[in-house]
């Protein structure tokens, strides 16, 4: 048996930091092999590596989550430390930041909605959580929610899909919103009906979508997506 702490290596057991290290690239020269140096290469000189989704998205492999910035003696978040953290995130090609009503008591949406104002919007994705133990009605919940695009500074939503954007529009949500994901043609009327974005990959989409809107005496916002 292998005590949890040891995994093979080399023939032999090492402690699990080694193989935590290995991976990260920062080992010895003398224990790390030449070629994973070179195929690797340092972690703080390796680019940033993303994911490309079926909706178009495409996100660093590594986010940033909001819920515990430096702070100062008396709580409140230390907003130059935390800053520069995140600035430096996205500078080493971090574009997903996850933050919630309820972190740091409330303070970390405005805080962050202040750091990613500087920043172009289509360079970042940005999550956040609705506070559900919050509502206890439908009012309540598009009351936070509003907060919560206001607190952030958002100027549109980005959804997965057509029955999400539509659920937003009858909550009594009117943020521009954008449909990350694909929508057959014969939806565009709903598409008109509710003022909601489409994502657009081709041409031949973009011409049925338009004679979607004509049928249904309308007009539609497309953002082109492009590669």
């Not at 800053?83 to 008591?105: C, K, S």
């Not at 104002?117 to 956040?128: G, K, N």
């Not at 694909?182 to 489409?198: F, G």
Request: overall charge negative; hydrophobic content about 40%.
């Amino acid at each position: 048996s292998v005590s949890p702490v040891l995994l093979l290596a080399a023939g032999r057991p090492q402690p699990l930091f080694y193989h935590i290290f290995r991976l990260c690239g920062i080992l010895e020269p003398s224990i790390q092999k030449e070629e994973e140096r070179a195929f690797r290469g340092p972690f703080w000189k390796r680019a940033m590596e993303y994911r490309d989704w079926n909706t178009g998205a495409r996100t660093s492999l590594l986010g940033y989550g909001c819920m515990r910035f430096p702070t100062r003696p008396d709580g409140s978040i230390d907003e130059e430390r935390a800053a520069a953290l995140l600035n430096a995130a996205r500078d080493a090609g971090v574009n997903y930041f996850d933050t919630a009503y309820n972190y740091h008591g409330g303070a970390s949406e405005p805080f962050v909605g202040r750091v990613i104002a500087q920043w172009p919007r289509e360079s970042f994705y940005l999550a956040t959580k609705l506070p559900v133990w919050k509502c206890e009605s439908l009012e309540d919940a598009k009351k936070i929610f509003a907060e919560q695009l206001e607190r952030l500074g958002a100027e549109y939503l980005a959804v997965a899909c057509l029955g999400e954007a539509v659920e937003l529009r009858e909550a009594g949500i009117r943020a521009p919103i954008l449909i990350l994901g694909w929508t057959p043609a014969i939806y565009t009327e709903d598409l008109v009906k509710y003022n909601i974005t489409q994502a657009c990959y081709d041409l031949d989409y973009a011409k049925a979508l338009s004679e979607g809107a004509q049928k249904a005496g309308g007009t539609l916002t497309v953002h082109i997506q492009c590669d």
